[in-house]
């Protein structure tokens, strides 16, 4: 990946199985260079997400793509145990979670969690942003702190 911005059709063609629109192509730009950019309000600082290109808090439009801290806690998560391909089973659960960004009380973005036994997932415990590699793409998950090394 070159260090220039991708280009919209770079994006839709890196991305082409996921729906990107006007309100989300800054943030799947941003994990093509492994980056994650949550919308932020220049006016008043309020973090936003989903993606949204207004800020609920003030009604401004002046809402830019910010790099996050990557820390945050887990605030809850689920076990997906099957995989949409039946040619493709599972080896192990997939962690989905929502993980609440250090960033703002409330910001809690969807993702994963890895390098982390199911027994040891638990509400609120710390984890970090790392990133895999599926199929050729990287994407952000985030893991304990305590391995923030692995
Ligand atoms: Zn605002």
Redesign the pocket.
């Known amino acids: 990946m070159s260090n220039t911005a991708a280009s919209d059709d770079e994006v839709f063609k890196y991305f082409h199985d996921v729906k990107i629109d006007h309100d989300n192509i800054a943030h799947y730009r941003g994990l093509m260079a492994k980056k994650l950019l949550i919308n932020r309000?220049d006016?008043?600082?309020?973090w936003i997400y989903p993606h949204r290109p207004l800020?609920p808090?003030?009604?401004?439009w002046?809402?830019i793509p910010t790099p996050v801290s990557g820390k945050g806690r887990l605030y809850m998560y689920t076990l997906i145990m099957q995989s949409r391909d039946p040619d493709m089973p599972l080896t192990e659960p997939i962690q989905a979670a929502a993980i609440e960004l250090a960033e703002q009380p409330g910001l809690r973005y969807l993702s994963r969690v890895v390098n982390c036994p199911v027994e040891v997932l638990a509400h609120d415990m710390p984890v970090a942003l790392t990133w895999i590699e599926e199929n050729g793409r990287f994407w952000p998950v985030f893991q304990p702190t305590g391995k923030a090394h692995g």
């Open positions: 309000c006016d008043c600082g309020n800020c808090k003030c009604l401004s002046n809402v």
